[in-house]
């Protein structure tokens, strides 16, 4: 219809034409002029005028770009002559979404509907809107209507697409359903289906409602034939026939597809689980948090008689052995596997004992112990034995590895497994001791060198065999630094890790490892480095970039977290802009059941707690940065509306359900989730450090976080008002305050406190005690940081509502300002005091020190530069000279004693970094080396770089292969110490620069206090 | 051992193990999920046991006339399970589909020039080079454009190897 005779938008082609070779070529400019020339000669062209706002949209000029999309829509209704042709339409949508206006988008072509009812191509149009505003019901009307009108299969399924989502993801019934089913009842007894897609949909529905028969019916007659891939069409059978309860047939499924397809894991667990007629695992997969499945298969002990159980045992052991003995099969690990699972369902059953489950594991263990993924393999069967049984079969293996007199290939692959499941067999060896630790650590290195040796003409492309070796080499030295708080121990895993990323650079689980290594030392630009090396990019970001993020957001790295900010908020934001467009996609090509896949998917990534928290701390960083001067800041508070946005952001999170879609299996053991982190803590044994986190209470305590969070931006708005007003009041005797400001902080406050814990009564209380007593420090505890921001908030709060002032100051300056300053100032030396200077401890301290400078300091001084900009005489008005009253005059006194207390608290800073700094660089790296050389002969750090170092250097060319000794060549553990060094370096140098801007910002407070 | 099902939406918050492999690109959402909405029988994915995923293939179907054909946009499996022909299995599913289902006259698929073990394996599943395609990767490395002929192809003149090498900007399908 677009270009019916030659026209477009009822406009010849040819005029618009050079309109969209200049739109195509990025010429707005000129396209700009065109389409003036076009508006002239077609001035009520609603076509020409959504190309005009088409390309101011392009120009960001979002606001022309509004109004002309809105006359344009104008003409669209009023001009009844005119075509409405789906051209105009889809331009107008594309402008109107782009400004977030898809309502608008939709009204156009609602008013197209209706004026050509019968017009299918209009239809999708709206169908298309409605998709983009997840308007199910809408959709599901419209649908119908075209249906109705050409009763095509796709647009029905396009309805029960949309009935489908009413149910999933929004707030139909159940019932609507019943409906969905009637629909496509009717359309097959007349027309069939054609899609396989419609069919898996109809079975769906079905499944949904518990009417397994139909569905079984349905896929056993005619229609079953669309579905073409033959196992598909078995899966699904077997799946409806156990949740019908017939256990029997639905067993004979599933062993025919392990017939074809031995090696099918699940295929193998359903057929288990329908023997035993244990359905845990159907339902299982239903519930179960579809991103994090459990790493263990769920089941119930059986209910069936003891008779019957063993009955079907054998039958199953008595399959698994068949598929055993097909010579084709010999190497699929499958079978094999079956025969442990099926000892493990007897020992669940109390039926079998330890020993037969143990001789499964180690039958397996000869066949297939070579392999990288014997250990991942079995780590799901040794849950079942305890402690001293684990025991047993770890001397099992030993004894059979021993015996080995198989090919050295092979012979070293079991090695290097028999050391991986050692690690999980002794729960990662926390219960030995120190030197039977450093013993396994020894043996390891050793091995890891013959395999450097064997694999030397590997291509460096590929990974080695072997390699896991040094990352558990690493762990267990962490550990060591975790018992004996020897930091050499710490270095030497760095050091280890580093050697073995010289030899291949592509091992990404040292790197992680290593990120997370140097973030403890401080030296976070090198861990940042090692993060952009796993080139985290796309939905990556979303599950690995919790690696990073919390170290940086309190670090003084602003220009890397800025943009690791930025390329995650603009990837989630494209993502979650287009998600609706590729939903439309799968509509069109008939791809119906990805529909409810991708909206679940969205919403999922919508309700992303990582997401969310970048959304919060993006703003606070931008406000941290322009904090020392307050007109910048007061520009990025109004691109930020006041925080007004983030302020509902902190009202609904309460009420939302969070995700955690997190990759936490590849962080390092002490730190299983950003939150934690047991390097910081007295080592306690094993069982202080659980693995398995509960989700529940991350929710809990991220949602409080993200609430908190939320409303800085605004509390920093209103205290920069605040504290100007406060001034006004004084200068301009009957100048007005506005009360609102008041209330709103005040009500602000109030939820603050009552996210730290309580009353705002009490918070003050503590405050107001603090000079005196112990109180504050024992309760601020880890929420220092909010207690500070916190105290900031209230002081500017009482800058004038005098709510607070003591009974015998008599309206002098506020007494919170001067506890507020007393408080900055023991935070900060008390750090700076007793920090040790020593190279290699932990760096926390300092983060807490860079946290205090960078926010409730920060603020403070923007409440600061608020009131003095107040006082100065601004041009136009100027104050009649020596009218300063006795409570200006106080307030300027508490200014200038407050920014002379700034000023030498960060002096303070400024010459604690200075004095780090001026150790020489060579003699830092002779401490670091000589945290680890120590060459004692009987223990202690070091061995383990000995053994590579020894063996590596005893070698030549010809022995380890061109490339890894010329890798080896440059390498050198002071580089390594180096490293660390000027890691650090680089974070203290970035936080003096912030502390060095913010002297010269108080700097010039008092200047500006001299012209008083 | 292994259960080859199609890919899911969520399967691209679980492949980060897999992904984080130097030669395994990551690419954007719009590219995931236009394969899904359009091609879900060429994204299959393999999951081990405790639902580890272990590898996966990403491809589609396109051209016109003889060059309609399958198209290999991505297959890699987790270093754990290498060598235990993970990859010709995939490989041999999306071949089965292309072949039988859209009765298409070939398979194709680019490989950067210097990923050895790749090539090697395309070669032992009889791949060919059917041509080089200068700097096709971000203009730096070349890529080889490898082909393997199906039985629609009787003639096998699908995979008759060129003899120049082409640049990106001669390709046909992106
Ligand atoms: C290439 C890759 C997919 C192979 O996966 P795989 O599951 O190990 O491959 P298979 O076991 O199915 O290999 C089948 C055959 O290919 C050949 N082959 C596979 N990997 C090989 C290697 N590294 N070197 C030599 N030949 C190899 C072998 O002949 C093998 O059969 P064999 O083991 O009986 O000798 C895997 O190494 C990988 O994921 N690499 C990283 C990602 C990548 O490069 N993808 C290709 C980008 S286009």
Redesign the pocket.
């Known amino acids: 219809m677009a270009s019916k005779f030659g026209l477009a938008g009822g406009i010849p082609e040819r005029r618009v034409r050079p309109i969209w070779d200049a739109i195509d070529s990025r010429q707005f400019k000129n396209a700009l002029k065109h389409v003036s020339t076009l508006l002239a000669k077609h001035p009520n062209s609603p076509y020409a005028h959504a190309l005009k706002a088409l390309i101011l949209e392009r120009m960001c000029k979002l606001d022309e770009a509004f109004s002309v999309c809105l006359n344009a829509k104008e003409l669209l209704f009023t001009n009844d002559s005119l075509l409405m042709d789906d051209l105009t339409l889809s331009t107008l949508q594309i402008v109107f979404q782009r400004l977030d206006h898809l309502d608008l988008a939709a009204s156009c072509y609602e008013h197209a509907c209706s004026k050509f009812p019968n017009n299918l191509e209009l239809m999708m149009g709206l169908f298309n809107c409605y998709v983009r505003e997840y308007s199910f019901v809408k959709q599901q009307q419209t649908a119908i209507k075209m249906y109705k009108l050409v009763g095509e299969e796709r647009f029905l399924l396009w309805a029960v697409c949309s009935i489908q989502l009413q149910v999933f993801c929004g707030n139909g019934g159940e019932k609507l359903l019943l409906l969905a089913e009637g629909l496509l009842k009717k359309h097959v007894a007349s027309h069939g289906l054609h899609e396989p897609d419609a069919l898996i949909v109809y079975l769906s529905i079905l499944e949904q409602q518990a009417k397994f028969g139909d569905a079984l019916e349905i896929l056993s007659g005619n229609l079953g034939s669309l579905l073409m891939i033959e196992v598909d069409k078995l899966r699904i059978q077997g799946r409806l026939l156990s949740r019908a309860g017939d256990h029997a047939a639905a067993a004979a499924i599933f062993k025919k597809i392990l017939e074809t397809c031995p090696d099918d894991w699940m295929s193998f667990l359903h057929y288990l689980g329908c023997l035993l007629e244990d359905d845990s695992l159907c339902c299982a997969e239903a519930v179960k948090d579809p991103v994090h499945p459990s790493k263990f298969i769920s089941c119930k002990v059986s209910h069936l008689t003891d008779e019957e159980f063993d009955g079907q045992v054998s039958n199953a052991l008595d399959f698994v052995q068949k598929l055993q003995a097909d010579p084709v099969n010999n190497s699929l690990r499958g079978p094999y596997l079956a025969a442990i699972e099926v000892e493990r369902r007897k020992h669940l059953r109390g039926k079998g004992n330890d020993d037969s489950l143990m001789d499964a594991i180690v039958q397996y263990f000869c066949r297939f112990g070579h392999l990288s993924c014997f250990t991942s393999d079995v780590e799901m069967f040794i849950e079942v034995f305890n402690p001293v049984k684990k025991i047993e079969l770890l001397e099992k293996l030993k004894e059979y590895s021993d015996s080995l007199t198989t090919l050295p290939v092979k012979n070293l692959g079991q090695t290097f497994s028999f050391f991986k499941i050692q690690q999980l067999l002794m729960g990662d060896m926390f219960e030995s001791s120190a030197s039977e630790l450093e013993v396994c650590c020894a043996q390891m290195a050793e091995i890891y060198c013959k395999s450097v040796a064997f694999s030397k003409d590997l291509?460096p492309q590929?990974s080695m065999q072997g390699e896991e070796l040094l990352s558990i080499i690493c762990n267990l030295l962490v550990q060591l630094f975790w018992r004996t708080k020897n930091v050499g121990y710490l270095v030497e895993a760095v050091i280890v890790l580093e050697f073995g990323l010289a030899i291949r650079r592509h091992v990404w689980q040292y790197k992680i490892l290593l990120l997370h290594m140097y973030s403890y030392f401080g030296a976070l630009s090198v861990a940042y480095e090692w993060y952009k090396s796993l080139d985290v990019k796309n939905i990556l970001m979303e599950t690995l970039s919790h690696h990073i993020y919390p170290q940086m957001l309190v670090s003084p790295l602003w220009t890397e977290l800025d943009s690791l900010l930025k390329d995650y908020l603009k990837f989630m934001d494209d993502y979650l802009r287009e998600s609706a467009d590729l939903t439309f996609h799968a509509y069109r090509h008939r791809n119906y059941s990805k529909v409810i896949e991708f909206v679940q998917f969205k919403e999922q990534l919508q309700r992303s707690s990582q997401y969310l928290v970048a959304r919060v701390e993006a703003p606070i960083l931008q406000l941290k940065q322009n904090s020392d001067n307050i007109e910048e800041e007061q520009g990025v508070l109004e691109s930020l509306k006041c925080g007004i946005d983030f302020l509902e952001l902190s009202n609904e999170i309460g009420s939302k359900s969070l995700t955690f879609l997190e990759d936490l299996q590849s962080r390092p053991w002490w730190t299983p989730t950003s939150e934690k982190n047991f390097l910081l803590e007295p080592f306690e044994g094993i069982s202080f450090c659980p693995r398995r986190i509960s989700t529940n209470e991350r929710e809990t305590s991220c949602k409080r976080m993200i609430e908190k969070r939320s409303l800085v931006p605004r509390m920093i708005y209103l205290s920069i008002q605040r504290a100007s007003a406060s001034v006004k009041e004084i200068v301009e005797v009957n100048g007005s305050v506005s009360p609102n400001i008041c209330s709103e902080l005040k009500l602000l406050l109030e939820r603050y406190a009552q996210l730290l814990g309580f009353s705002l009564c009490e918070a003050i209380d503590m405050i107001m005690d603090f000079p005196s007593g112990e109180r504050f420090s024992e309760v601020v505890g880890p929420n220092l940081i909010d207690w500070l921001n916190f105290t900031v908030f209230l002081n500017a709060w009482n800058l004038t509502s005098h709510e607070l002032v003591q009974p015998d100051e008599k309206e002098s300056t506020p007494h919170t300002w001067s506890i507020l300053d007393s408080l900055l100032e023991k935070y900060i030396l008390e750090k700076v005091k007793s920090m040790e200077s020593e190279i290699c401890s932990s760096w926390s301290d300092v983060q807490l020190l860079i946290q205090i400078v960078t926010e409730p300091l920060a603020w403070h001084g923007l409440v600061i530069q608020s009131c003095l900009r107040s006082c100065l005489p601004s041009g136009k008005k100027k104050k009649k000279s020596g009218s300063m009253d006795h409570s200006s005059y106080s307030l300027v006194h508490t200014i200038t004693n407050s920014v002379q207390h700034l000023s030498s608290i960060i002096e303070e800073i400024l010459r604690w970094i200075r004095e780090r700094e001026n150790t020489p660089e060579d003699k830092n790296v002779e401490y670091i080396i000589s945290s680890f050389n120590n060459n004692e002969q009987d223990g202690g750090p070091g061995q383990m770089f000995r053994i590579l170092e020894s063996f590596f250097s005893a070698k030549d060319g010809a022995e380890l292969g061109d490339r890894i000794s010329q890798s080896l060549e440059s390498w050198s553990p002071a580089d390594v110490a180096r490293k660390i060094m000027t890691g650090k370096h680089k974070v203290l140098m970035e936080f003096s620069k912030i502390c060095e801007s913010k002297l010269k910002s108080l700097r010039s407070m008092k200047q500006q206090i001299a012209q008083l | 051992m292994t259960t080859i099902r199609r890919f899911c939406c969520n399967d691209l918050l679980r492949f980060a193990y897999v992904n984080l492999?130097h030669?395994?690109e990551t690419f954007n959402m719009s590219f995931y999920m236009t394969y899904l909405a359009r091609w879900p029988d060429y994204f299959h994915v393999a999951e081990g046991p405790g639902n580890q995923i272990m590898?996966y293939i990403m491809g589609k179907v396109e051209g016109q006339g003889e060059s309609w054909h399958g198209h290999v946009t991505?297959?890699?499996?987790a270093p754990e399970?290498?060598?235990?022909?993970?990859?010709?299995?995939l490989m041999n599913l999306l071949e089965d589909i292309s072949d039988k289902i859209d009765k298409a006259y070939f398979v194709d698929?680019?490989?950067?020039a210097s990923?050895a073990?790749?090539i090697?394996?395309y070669e032992?599943?009889g791949y060919v080079i059917y041509r080089r395609v200068l700097r096709y990767y971000s203009g730096e490395e070349d890529g080889l454009d490898m082909r393997k002929a199906l039985s629609r192809d009787t003639e096998k003149s699908s995979i008759i190897p060129l003899k120049r090498p082409i640049t990106p900007d001669e390709l046909e399908y992106d």
């Open positions: 291509d590929e | 492999d030669l395994t590898g991505a297959v890699t499996v399970y290498r060598r235990q022909q993970l990859a010709k299995k698929l680019f490989v950067r990923n073990p790749a090697k394996m032992k599943l």
